[in-house]
């Protein structure tokens, strides 16, 4: 088993962003664990997480120094650089990869953003197969970082406010501006922000609607045009979403904040 060949091929790919090589090399039964973000990824996930990964990915990676070995695998530290410095002459950060081998594979990879000295190699690679051993951590492939870029930019779309307007919004036409899969958008909506699509899309329409609200005088309201302006097909529709989303009716939100 040529243990650099195999540590070159992994960098190589990560650096081209090519996830059909990264999985050629890796066993079926493959996991990765990245010690900053503190979450593991398994099995048929890696696909999903390694491509969403590279969507934001601004970083390449150069191996350093000889490969470590290690009772099961070996170590391969690298230095890190940003995309735009293609000739590697500002490094940013450190890092070890620790890889434990089945087959001639990759078992489990641990990419570590840290510095150690080559002795202290071996003993960091002890403590990361201990992060192999539990349950998948990393649902539907979505890696933290990921989920991150996908919540920062739904908040830069509810600022704009434009596109939640749109009466013919779809979860689709959502997922496009947001910059992610349908299936991600729905995880960070119901796992990380407790709701659903048309709750949410609900709610941004509601909070621009109440601005148009208190900037309006009492005599001037038409409920029924500031329910299309905001995107509702229905005043009914509108009247229901904005007592869920202030726990008052427009009426009393108009009595209490409008001038």
């Not at 060949?5 to 996991?31: C, G, T």
């Not at 749109?166 to 997922?175: E, M, S």
Request: with cysteine.
């Amino acid at each position: 088993m040529d243990r650099e060949k195999i540590a070159k091929r992994y960098i190589s790919a990560w650096n081209e962003h090519d996830v059909p090589e990264l999985l050629r090399i890796m066993h079926p039964h493959a996991s990765y664990y990245d010690a900053f973000w503190q979450e593991t990824c398994t099995g048929r996930h890696l696909s999903k997480y390694f491509s969403t990964n590279f969507t934001f990915d601004t970083h390449w990676h150069e191996l350093n120094d000889e490969i470590v070995t290690t009772p099961n695998g070996m170590v391969a530290r690298y230095v890190s650089y940003d995309v735009n410095d293609p000739e590697g002459r500002l490094p940013l950060f450190n890092g070890a990869e620790v890889f434990t081998l089945a087959d001639d594979l990759i078992l489990t990879i641990s990419d570590y953003y840290c510095d150690p000295n080559p002795t202290d190699l071996v003993e960091l690679a002890k403590v990361a197969d201990t992060h192999h051993r539990g349950v998948d951590s990393v649902a539907r492939g979505l890696s933290a970082k990921a989920s991150g870029h996908i919540s920062r930019r739904l908040a830069e779309l509810v600022a704009e406010a434009t596109v939640f307007l749109d009466a013919g919004l779809t979860v689709t036409k959502l997922a496009e501006q947001a910059g992610c899969t349908v299936m991600h958008l729905f995880h960070v909506l119901e796992d990380q922000k407790g709701t659903t699509f048309l709750d949410y899309v609900n709610e941004c329409r509601c909070r621009y609607a109440s601005t148009l609200l208190v900037d309006s005088t009492i005599s001037d309201i038409r409920f029924d045009q500031i329910a299309e302006q905001v995107g509702f097909e229905s005043i009914q529709d509108f009247r229901i979403a904005f007592q869920s989303t202030f726990g008052l009716t427009a009426d009393e939100y108009l009595e209490k904040f409008a001038t």
